[in-house]
């Protein structure tokens, strides 16, 4: 059974908008900081934005003020709310516990959805 399923993810036109939603395994949910990473083509997987238990969030600049992370605490469900799109917010979304869950011994991640933003 997967831990982390992640949907949403689409193409879309620039200045548009998008909203993942991931479910999350009720056992690596509960009190653990939630993060959106993303990984775009040839480049290193990067933290967007992360919110703990009780709703402080923070954000990379590059998405401050378009994205917004939010969570369900009672559907274990984390979203992210992306407006005003850019071409470089292409990229694979993913999310995940933060720091990341070490499943034994390895890292462990979800399929991902893709974000294409065209221009």
């Known amino acids: 059974q997967a831990l982390l399923v992640e949907s949403g993810g689409g193409l879309v036109q620039a200045g548009g908008s998008l909203r993942l939603s991931c479910i999350v395994s009720?056992?690596?949910?509960?009190?653990?900081?939630m993060g959106w990473y993303r990984q775009a083509l040839g480049k290193q997987r990067e933290l967007v934005a992360r919110i703990t238990s009780s709703g402080s969030t923070y954000y990379t600049d590059s998405v401050k003020g378009r994205f917004t992370i939010s969570r369900d605490n009672a559907k274990n469900t984390v979203y992210l709310q992306m407006n005003s799109l850019k071409p470089e917010d292409t990229a694979v979304y993913f999310c995940?516990?933060?720091?990341?869950?070490?499943?034994?011994?390895?890292?462990?991640w979800g399929q991902g959805t893709q974000v294409t933003v065209s221009s």
């Open positions: 009720g056992s690596f949910f509960g009190t653990n900081v």
């Open positions: 995940n516990t933060v720091p990341k869950l070490i499943v034994n011994g390895y890292d462990y």
